[in-house]
C-alpha cells in the first residue's frame, strides 16, 4: 500500500497508527499527488491536523490565520514507473483537485486501468477550473464504468450503486466506484 499525505501533522498522524496498528505492507510518502512533479503548495489554518486540506488552484497568499506551506508534488504516472510496478485499486480523495490527480495518471488509466473509488467533491471543482462532467466523460474514454455508491456514510444501511454516465449532476461530495469495461 502506497500512501500520499501532503501534510506533515496528518503524516506524523497516519504514521503512528500504522506502526500501533502493525501494518508492515503500508509506504507513506509525504507529498501532494497532481497533474505535475515539482512543488505545489496548501494553507495550513491553526496548528491542527485537518481531513479538508486540499492544494492550491495558485499559490494564493497566506492570511492571518493560515501559513502557505509548500509541498513535493508527484503524478500517480512517474511515481509507478520509477518503481517498476502498476496499482490494482487506487483510492482518491482530494477536496477538489480530483482532475489534477487524473490528469496526473492517464497512462495507468490508459494502460493499466485499475479499479477506482474516486471521492468527488462538486463545490471545490471550480476552483480548480473543471467539473464533475469533465471527470466522468475523462473516466468512461479512458474505458471505465461508473457508479456512485450511495449511502456510503450511512451506518447498517446496504450500499446502493447507481450507473453513471458523462451527462449526469452531482451536487454533494460522494464516491464513485469506476471499474474497467
Given at each position: 500500500?502506497?500512501?500520499?499525505?501532503m501534510?506533515?501533522?496528518?503524516?506524523?498522524?497516519?504514521?503512528?497508527?500504522?506502526?500501533?496498528?502493525?501494518?508492515?505492507?503500508?509506504?507513506?510518502?509525504?507529498?501532494?499527488?497532481?497533474?505535475?512533479?515539482?512543488?505545489?503548495?496548501?494553507?495550513?489554518?491553526?496548528?491542527?491536523?485537518?481531513?479538508?486540506?486540499?492544494?492550491?488552484?495558485?499559490?494564493?497568499?497566506?492570511?492571518?490565520?493560515?501559513?502557505?506551506?509548500?509541498?513535493?508534488?508527484?503524478?500517480?504516472?512517474?511515481?509507478?514507473?520509477?518503481r517498476?510496478?502498476?496499482?490494482?485499486v487506487?483510492?482518491?480523495?482530494?477536496?477538489?483537485?480530483?482532475?489534477?490527480?487524473?490528469?496526473?495518471?492517464t497512462?495507468?488509466?490508459?494502460?493499466?486501468?485499475?479499479?477506482?473509488?474516486?471521492?468527488?467533491?462538486?463545490?471545490?471543482?471550480?476552483?480548480?477550473?473543471?467539473?464533475?462532467?469533465?471527470?466522468?466523460?475523462?473516466?468512461?474514454?479512458?474505458?471505465?464504468?461508473?457508479?456512485?455508491?450511495?449511502?456510503?456514510?450511512?451506518?447498517?444501511?446496504?450500499?446502493?450503486?447507481?450507473?453513471?454516465?458523462?451527462?449526469?449532476?452531482?451536487?454533494?461530495?460522494?464516491?464513485?466506484?469506476?471499474?474497467?469495461?
Amino acid at each position: 500500500v502506497y500512501s500520499f499525505e501532503m501534510d506533515a501533522l496528518n503524516f506524523s498522524l497516519l504514521q503512528k497508527n500504522i506502526t500501533l496498528n502493525h501494518c508492515q505492507n503500508v509506504e507513506i510518502i509525504l507529498a501532494a499527488v497532481t497533474e505535475k512533479t515539482g512543488t505545489t503548495w496548501y494553507t495550513r489554518n491553526l496548528e491542527s491536523p485537518s481531513p479538508t486540506f486540499r492544494i492550491l488552484a495558485d499559490q494564493e497568499k497566506s492570511t492571518r490565520n493560515s501559513t502557505l506551506i509548500s509541498v513535493p508534488a508527484v503524478t500517480l504516472d512517474s511515481f509507478f514507473k520509477e518503481r517498476q510496478i502498476m496499482p490494482d485499486v487506487i483510492k482518491i480523495d482530494v477536496e477538489g483537485a480530483e482532475m489534477q490527480v487524473l490528469k496526473g495518471m492517464t497512462a495507468i488509466l490508459n494502460n493499466v486501468k485499475p479499479i477506482l473509488f474516486l471521492e468527488v467533491h462538486p463545490w471545490n471543482l471550480p476552483t480548480f477550473n473543471t467539473s464533475i462532467q469533465e471527470i466522468l466523460t475523462l473516466l468512461l474514454k479512458s474505458g471505465y464504468r461508473l457508479s456512485e455508491i450511495r449511502n456510503i456514510r450511512k451506518c447498517n444501511v446496504k450500499y446502493k450503486f447507481k450507473e453513471l454516465k458523462s451527462e449526469e449532476k452531482i451536487f454533494q461530495n460522494t464516491m464513485i466506484y469506476a471499474v474497467p469495461q
